[in-house]
């Protein structure tokens, strides 16, 4: 016998990229799970940032899209199969995907900073296959067990959520604690949720759009400064810049107390100009951020307890059918979040 428990469709759909703009519905071999992998059955997928960049110029950075790609990293689903070495019995579990798999064994790995493995292999990241399809293959420890309490698009969302909490840790936010964050995207509204749930006791959210700093206020935010209009106000514990924008990050540096941090998780260009004085007079930390690592536990935790709204940041479903429509409603300027909503 080959070990595999439960059972899954000879074929399934997938929403295959072929092109910038060349997004196709496709039938596809369904995965079997191998030695210590469980198949989940697709469930709730959220649309990135970094899918619509994807769908847009076929690139980011050096991850260039050069043969058919299936987008998605945000899932959650149902074990609906077990490889050997996995108790049978996580069949019928719901779980939340953590996306990236490491190799396990190299120096990054072995000590603890998976998230920088060099053979890390990641959903909807070229050449890895994500989500935005009916089925897909992730080892069982990767496949994280959810309580009923948790929806699947919340589930799917613990991944954006993990880059907060992983910029949180960065950011060393402690209780009555005082953070400044750019930008009221998805990020910098899960970045802000979970400061307030670390305890700082100020958190400022800044951003170029009035409709998203009502959100960010909604969700916990003790102040909202709209970017270029309004002043932060000074003297941060720390700042974690969550839109990209070089004048953001510049002021945002510029609010840091002494001997304080900046975060960098949005991503935009480059090459940036930053203020070397106020860095090298007061101290701060400067450091990047790249996904998370050991996140997924603390996710849950904070979902489940309801002091995290994730669902509250979904704007818009969609079938898999329609994943385009998904990838294109952030030009509505209340749009917050996508979720592509698979089986039923
Ligand atoms: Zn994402
Ligand atoms: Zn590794």
Known sequence: MSGVTGSVPD????????????LRLE??????????????????????????????????????????????????????????????????ERVAIEPGFPCRSCDQCRHGRYNLCPDIAFF????????????????????????????YDAAGLLEPLSVGIWANRKAGTVPG???????????????????????????????I??????????????????????????????FVDCSGAAPAIDAGI????????AVLVGMGADRLT????????REINLTGTFRYANTWPAAIALASSGAIRLDRMVTGHFGLDDTESALLAGADPRHIKSVVTLGG
């Open 11 to 22: 074929s399934m759909r997938a929403c295959v990229l072929h092109q910038p703009r060349d």
């Open 27 to 92: 039938e596809r071999a369904a995965p079997r799970p191998e030695r210590g992998e469980v198949v989940v059955r697709v469930r709730s997928v959220g649309v990135c940032g970094s899918d619509v960049h994807y769908y847009e110029h076929g690139r980011i950075g050096d991850f260039v899209v050069r043969q058919p790609l299936v987008l998605g990293h945000e899932a959650s689903g149902d074990i609906v199969a077990t490889g050997p070495g996995v108790p049978a019995d996580r069949i019928g």
């Open 124 to 151: 909807g990241t070229p050449p890895v296959d994500g989500a935005l399809c009916d089925y897909v293959r992730v080892p069982a420890d990767f496949a994280h067990p959810i309580p009923d309490a948790l929806s």
């Open 177 to 207: 604690g005082s953070v400044l964050i750019a930008g009221a995207g998805p990020i910098g509204l899960v970045t802000a949720q979970i400061a307030r749930a670390m305890g700082a006791t100020e958190v400022v959210v800044t951003d």
């Open 209 to 238: 759009g009035a409709e998203r700093l009502g959100v960010a206020a909604e969700l916990g935010a003790t102040g909202t400064v709209l970017a270029g209009a309004e002043s932060t106000g000074t003297g941060f514990d720390a």
């Open 254 to 261: 510029r609010a840091v107390r002494p001997a304080g941090t």
């Open 274 to 281: 930053l203020p070397l004085g106020v860095l090298q007079n």
